[in-house]
């Protein structure tokens, strides 16, 4: 690792723990025959931070995502947020810690198609109380100033993933989940979109989790982790071209 970048791990060290990760276990039974997908996995994610997870199709980078996130729920081990254990949370304790802490960036957009995009970005405000104020900015960060009358299906496919992010950081998640985000995108809009969600991240304070097979996205992270069988692991390049310079 260069220099700099040792410097600026040791800077995330000290910061305190947004997500922890401790000894995940989750099978899925199928007909009767379980299949082992997460075996033991521990993992430390730290205010600030900025990771993207790979790995082989199957691994369970996903169902991952989705444990962190709650729409599943691991059979052994604990996930904090915050600090805050979410099994000791009941139900809906635990779902307005994760409507609080959290922003989902996710392939299908989600994005409501009979609310405005106005309407569609100020949604998690709503959820969570805050009186809706502030989507004029999101809209101009993402560059749809003025467009915020405007209804989803007028929007290409990349506009629509600006207004998931503008929707993800409005409320200032302290945790940006995004699962394969500019998948079905042409390769220079996902650049767009990438850059601006890490502009985003960072501007707002926020940590994330991007999830991607692609190098190119992954690259737009901090460090570039790989979820194997055996848990995660910093991506090692084999060679100089497996990943594209890294943007710090
Ligand atoms: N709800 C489910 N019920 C049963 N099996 C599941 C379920 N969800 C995922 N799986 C299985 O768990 C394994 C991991 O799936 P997951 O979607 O997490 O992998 P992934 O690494 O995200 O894959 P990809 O890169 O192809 O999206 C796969 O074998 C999948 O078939």
Redesign the pocket.
């Known amino acids: 690792m260069e220099k700099s970048s040792t410097r600026r791990q040791d800077a995330l060290d000290l910061k305190p723990a947004i997500l922890e990760l401790r000894h995940i276990g989750k099978a899925?039974s199928?007909a009767g025959d379980g299949?082992q997908?997460l075996t033991d996995l521990s993992y430390t994610l730290r205010a600030g931070e900025y990771v993207a997870i790979m790995?082989?199709?199957?691994?369970?980078?996903?169902?991952?995502l989705?444990l962190i996130a709650g729409l599943d729920v691991p059979d052994t081990g604990e996930i904090l947020i915050d600090g805050i254990t979410l099994s000791s949370l009941d139900d809906d304790a635990a779902t307005r810690l994760r409507r609080r802490e959290f922003g989902f960036i996710f392939q299908a957009f989600h994005i409501l198609p009979h609310l405005t995009l106005s309407q569609n970005i100020a949604l998690p405000l709503l959820l969570n109380g805050i009186p809706a104020a502030g989507t004029e900015h999101m809209l101009d960060a993402v560059g749809l100033t003025g467009r915020g009358h405007h209804f989803p299906r007028h929007l290409s496919g990349g506009e629509l993933q600006r207004v998931a992010i503008a929707r993800a950081l409005i409320h200032r998640p302290k945790l940006i989940l995004a699962d394969?985000p500019t998948g079905n995108l042409d390769p220079d809009t996902a650049h767009d979109i990438l850059m601006l969600m890490r502009r985003e991240i960072k501007a707002n304070g926020a940590s994330g989790i991007i999830?991607t097979?692609s190098h190119a996205a992954a690259a737009t992270a901090d460090r570039v982790l790989v979820?194997t069988k055996d848990g995660l692991h910093p991506f090692v390049a084999e060679k100089a071209t497996d990943l594209p310079k890294q943007i710090k």
């Open positions: 899925y199928s299949r997908v790995g082989e199709s199957g691994v369970g980078k996903s169902t991952l989705n394969e999830v097979h979820l």
